[in-house]
């Protein structure tokens, strides 16, 4: 008896678990792979300080080395030898300490490098170690805040003052798949992903790592539907070897810029 009720209570929590596995849901469309690299390029040695709202904070921001693991670092630096200069000038007078701040470096990215002026606060933000995920975003006049996108970012290098780089976003709605993260691309540029959305215009840029002045634009580009594939073609002009920044954003309805993607891609 004690046998076949021992059998009977295992198949119960068999069934529980399957049952609490099947609950989930799926996870959003990342621009970048899973992992941490450990090169990182020139930003703008000024930079504004926004009001931020910070959310969600999680773990610990101590820094070590970061493994290569397929990332591309974007912004702002695309190096291991910028990360380097960066860090002996910061040791020696302190310079430009916002590169610690993975918030900061987040938001300087949207509004100085991509030129969303509107995104104007951090609205969410989750630490592991040297792995950031960043919402930056706006808040209406009810003071709801709306988030525009998450960022990746990773600390690169080594130490306790390893910098903060961006190396993508985390996707959902709004998607940018086409070309390959981190493939090796030439000009035309055939871009594209997916869009759930209304009335949607979709404007893609194309940026080199250290102007926030576009290398190549499309724009006026209609879309929507519910996860609806969108394609166009950017035409732009950079150095062979060049990391550049292939950024996609829609709005209009209550800002210019109401969600965007990123992807990192090399000229070849």
Do not use: N
Not at 15 to 41: D, E, F, H, M, R
Not at 224 to 252: M, N, Y
């Amino acid at each position: 008896m004690r046998t076949r009720l021992a059998v009977v209570a295992g198949l119960v929590a068999v069934v529980a678990a399957l049952a609490g596995c099947s609950s989930g849901s799926a996870p959003p469309t990342a621009t970048t792979p899973t992992g941490t690299t450990s090169t990182a390029a020139t930003g703008p040695t000024t930079a504004t300080t926004p009001a931020t709202t910070a959310a969600t904070t999680s773990a610990s921001t101590s820094a070590t080395t970061v493994p290569a693991a397929g990332l591309v670092p974007l912004w702002p630096f695309t190096t291991s030898a910028q990360v380097s200069a960066w860090q002996a000038a910061y040791r020696a007078s302190g310079r430009e300490p916002w590169h610690l701040d993975p918030g900061r470096t987040a938001l300087d990215f949207t509004r100085l490098h991509l030129g969303y002026a509107e995104v104007d606060r951090v609205s969410s933000l989750a630490v592991q170690g040297g792995d950031a995920h960043v919402g930056v975003g706006w808040s209406d006049p009810e003071s709801a805040k709306h988030t525009v996108a998450v960022l990746h970012l990773i600390r690169s290098g080594s130490g306790a003052d390893a910098p903060w780089v961006v190396v993508g976003s985390d996707d959902t709605d709004l998607t940018l798949t086409v070309p390959r993260y981190g493939s090796t691309v030439s000009s035309p540029l055939a871009v594209g992903g997916v869009i759930t959305g209304v009335d949607e215009s979709l404007r893609v840029v194309v940026l080199g790592p250290t102007s926030a002045t576009p290398l190549g634009v499309m724009a006026g580009l209609p879309a929507g539907g519910t996860r609806t594939p969108w394609a166009a073609t950017v035409r732009f002009a950079a150095r062979s070897g060049s990391v550049l920044t292939v950024a996609v954003s829609t709005g209009g309805h209550l800002r210019s810029v109401e969600r965007f993607a990123v992807t990192a891609v090399r000229v070849r």
